[in-house]
């Protein structure tokens, strides 16, 4: 069996308004803390006051919303006037998976009511923990996903399969747009040799 390769290239450019519409029908959104513990640790955020892209970072978002966490031994809801965070795209592993799309999400500050500054520090950091896209499963799969194998028609004799196989991608962040390179290695298989090859 002879295998011909080459590689491909798809690339995806969304520009700053758009990031911007999605991000508007993303939120508002709840986000749980832990798959069993839905009633009783979450992070609330409303539709976005502002937001934009920052080079080689991310979208820059500013908000508001509704916190429920422990505060020393307590459990309680918590207001939070003002929140700023960073959405960041990147490639990068994901358990056995090691071609995902992932986003961070990163609180840059928070103004918390009736919370300590030393309490607002903890929680903050303690967010960002829970928010890591491990813990959220905010990545997708395209390894998995993208690479296929097609049979191709009997009447390409003696043609077998076309294959797309992931291998890797990148992610570009200018100040007006996200960039995602997707690469793949394209092979297409033979069952047998023709009496003319070589």
């Not at 939120?27 to 640790?41: A, F, G, K, N, S």
């Not at 609180?107 to 500054?117: F, N, Y």
């Not at 290695?185 to 003319?196: F, T």
Request: proline share 5%.
């Amino acid at each position: 069996m002879s295998i011909d390769s080459t590689k491909i290239t798809l690339s995806l450019k969304l520009g700053a308004e758009r990031l911007i519409e999605l991000l508007n029908q993303l939120t508002p959104v709840r986000i749980h803390m832990t798959p069993t513990d839905e009633d009783r640790r979450w992070l609330e955020l409303d539709s976005p006051t502002s937001a934009s892209l920052v080079a080689g970072k991310g979208l820059r978002v500013s908000t508001r919303g509704r916190l429920r966490y422990k505060v020393l031994g307590i459990t309680v809801p918590v207001t939070i006037r003002t929140l700023e965070l960073m959405l960041s795209p990147r490639i990068g592993d994901a358990g056995d998976a090691s071609r995902c799309l992932m986003f961070d999400v990163e609180i840059l500050d928070a103004d918390l009511s009736m919370v300590p500054a030393v309490v607002d520090s903890m929680l903050v950091s303690k967010l960002n923990a829970a928010l890591s896209p491990h813990k959220t499963k905010a990545f997708w799969e395209f390894g998995e996903t993208l690479s296929r194998a097609f049979n191709l028609p009997r009447r390409l004799e003696p043609l077998d399969q076309f294959t797309l196989t992931s291998t890797g991608g990148a992610v570009v962040v200018t100040d007006e747009f996200v960039q995602l390179r997707l690469d793949f290695g394209a092979q297409i298989s033979r069952m047998h040799p023709l009496a003319g090859d070589g």
